[in-house]
T-cell receptor
Framework: GDSVTQMEGPVTLSEEAFLTINCTYTATGYPSLFWYVQYPGEGLQLLLKATKADDKGSNKGFEATYRKETTSFHLEKGSVQVSDSAVYFCALSVAQGAQKLVFGQGTRLTINP | EPEVTQTPSHQVTQMGQEVILRCVPISNHLYFYWYRQILGQKVEFLVSFYNNEISEKSEIFDDQFSVERPDGSNFTLKIRSTKLEDSAMYFC???????????FGPGTRLTVL
């Protein structure tokens, strides 16, 4: 079945460090790929998405490129801030119509000043 | 900006009791979803709903669960006889005509004692 695997957390970085959170997927069709973020005490917010191979999603300084050849969608940011501390979820959807999201296990990111 | 809302934010119930979790999706959206997140685990798909019927449901969504759109705005998840293992955060989501982007509510934390 369809699945998403994220790098193990938690991840702790200093402010202004470079961030990479790895995400790989397995899907039977041609998925759309997403990164969602969950700030403490809040729900899931869409961070960025890409719907086809080689698309790059970007938002708030975060980027991820849909790599079909490596079935990956790694999240990157060049310079993280304390306010980026959150749990990040990689997800995919495949089906037409009412598409369910399949999530990775989440990566908790803590940024220290 | 329109958002998905959920009530209550926290529900405590006794094992065997019925609970109803309520959601108000974004007003012009057509597709509705419930997900759950057991503490420390992945976000899991429960059910999708379109045109007043279930589109897809997961193995988790057994006969104890039901969903309803009782009027033009609310979308509810009912658990008929709660079990300890139903304790989780329940998220409602909705999407519009282009179904690849789902917008999530802040969640209801259900605690079954």
């Amino acid at each position: 079945g369809d699945s998403v695997t994220q790098m193990e957390g938690p991840v702790t970085l200093s402010e202004e460090a470079f961030l990479t959170i790895n995400c790989t997927y397995t899907a039977t069709g041609y998925p759309s790929l997403f990164w969602y973020v969950q700030y403490p005490g809040e729900g899931l917010q869409l961070l960025l998405k890409a719907t086809k191979a080689d698309d790059k999603g970007s938002n708030k300084g975060f980027e991820a490129t849909y790599r079909k050849e490596t079935t990956s969608f790694h999240l990157e940011k060049g310079s993280v801030q304390v306010s980026d501390s959150a749990v990040y979820f990689c997800a995919l959807s495949v089906a037409q119509g009412a598409q369910k999201l399949v999530f990775g296990q989440g990566t908790r990111l803590t940024i220290n000043p | 900006e329109p958002e998905v809302t959920q009530t209550p934010s926290h529900q405590v119930t006794q094992m065997g009791q019925e609970v109803i979790l309520r959601c108000v999706p974004i007003s012009n959206h057509l597709y509705f979803y419930w997900y759950r997140q057991i503490l420390g685990q992945k976000v899991e798909f429960l059910v999708s709903f379109y045109n007043n019927e279930i589109s897809e449901k997961s193995e988790i969504f057994d006969d104890q669960f039901s969903v309803e759109r009782p009027d033009g705005s609310n979308f509810t998840l009912k658990i008929r006889s709660t079990k300890l293992e139903d304790s989780a955060m329940y998220f409602c989501a909705s999407s519009g005509q282009t179904t690849d982007t789902q917008y999530f509510g802040p969640g209801t934390r259900l605690t079954v004692l």
